[in-house]
């Protein structure tokens, strides 16, 4: 029994060990893709950007209904040609590979310029564009490399783009970005160029990204963290879970050998019971038998006597 229990106990210690180092490897950079946090009605760490801010020109909202992850998502639709998109900084390393992916549905978007996509500002690069409308959600991705002194960059989702704006309407659900080792053949990637910039009053707002990216970071870790206890007190359970049945499956056996025990005991006693009453009748008989007997030779000499003394 104890072997089983320490069989069960180290199989979920090396389940959860395996689980928490795929969650490490796979961490991701954006925060809040799935849009589930908002701030005021808008999505947490994520901001409105548009080329024509004209009032009508563009709608953003979040939506609910048909969400490809958790309950919400972000819904861009330009009602004139225009480049509109939710943009997020992220502090990334330099001289690195990353995996941008997320998942786009539309309706009506134009065929002219760029259509729904995944991007990183300051890039022509994007992900596969999507135009018309489309029957499902549709998962794209963009790779990016950054290069010496590279320390962040700008991701963005959105319809249209520079020098190719559109009309329609374009949804954006599940936003990731993951660090990997090597770019498949002939999958878009941007090229990320550090940009050899004077300070300037943007200084200012430079640092404010940067505390949000470090606050992002955090979230994630947290995040993470969060994961990795649910995980260990789901294992707890089930190791205990584990053990109450071996010790009640060990409880019954140990019943059940005892009801057989007894059981043997008492049809042993019944055995010596008809064994005995067997026995009492037999000698019983035999009595009956030998008293009989005796009368008969008792009648046999009073008949010899009363002969004799007729003679």
């Known amino acids: 029994m104890f072997k089983k229990v320490v069989a069960i106990f180290t199989t979920m210690v090396l389940l959860i060990a395996l689980t ?3 969650c490490a490897e796979n961490t991701n950079y954006i925060f809040n893709g799935s849009f589930e946090l908002l701030i005021d009605g808008e999505p947490s760490n994520w901001m409105r950007e548009a080329y024509d801010k004209s009032p009508g020109a563009s709608n953003f909202r979040v939506e609910t209904e048909g969400a490809k992850f958790g309950e919400k998502y972000v819904t861009i639709i330009n009602n004139k040609l225009n480049d509109s998109r939710y943009s997020q900084i992220v502090l990334v390393e330099e001289n690195k590979k990353y995996k941008l992916s997320c998942y786009i549905k539309t ?16 890039q022509t690069v994007t992900s596969k564009r999507i135009k018309g409308t489309t029957d499902d959600w549709e998962y794209v991705e963009l790779y990016v490399i950054t290069e010496s002194g590279v320390d962040r960059i700008k991701v963005t989702v959105g319809l249209g783009g520079y020098s190719g704006m559109s009309t329609g309407k374009a949804s954006f659900d599940n936003v990731t970005m993951e660090e990997v080792e090597t770019i498949p053949e002939g999958a878009p990637r941007a090229v990320v160029k550090a940009q050899n910039t004077k300070k300037s009053s943007n200084n200012s707002n430079n640092t404010n990204n940067t505390k949000s990216s470090s606050s992002q970071n955090n979230e994630n870790k947290n995040e993470l963290g969060k994961v990795v206890l649910v995980m260990l007190i789901v294992g707890a359970i089930a190791v205990g879970v584990a053990v109450y049945n071996t010790f009640r499956s060990n409880k019954k056996v140990s019943g059940n050998q005892g009801n057989a025990s007894n059981n043997t005991g008492t049809n042993t006693n019944m055995t010596e019971s008809a064994a005995n009453k067997e026995s009492a009748g037999n000698k019983e008989f035999s009595d009956n038998n030998e008293s009989s007997h005796s009368k008969e030779d008792s009648s046999d000499n009073s008949d010899s006597d009363n002969k004799e003394s007729s003679d």
């Open 20 to 22: 928490v180092v795929s």
């Open 107 to 122: 309706e009506n978007v134009s065929e002219e310029g760029k259509g729904a996509n995944l991007s990183v500002a300051e």
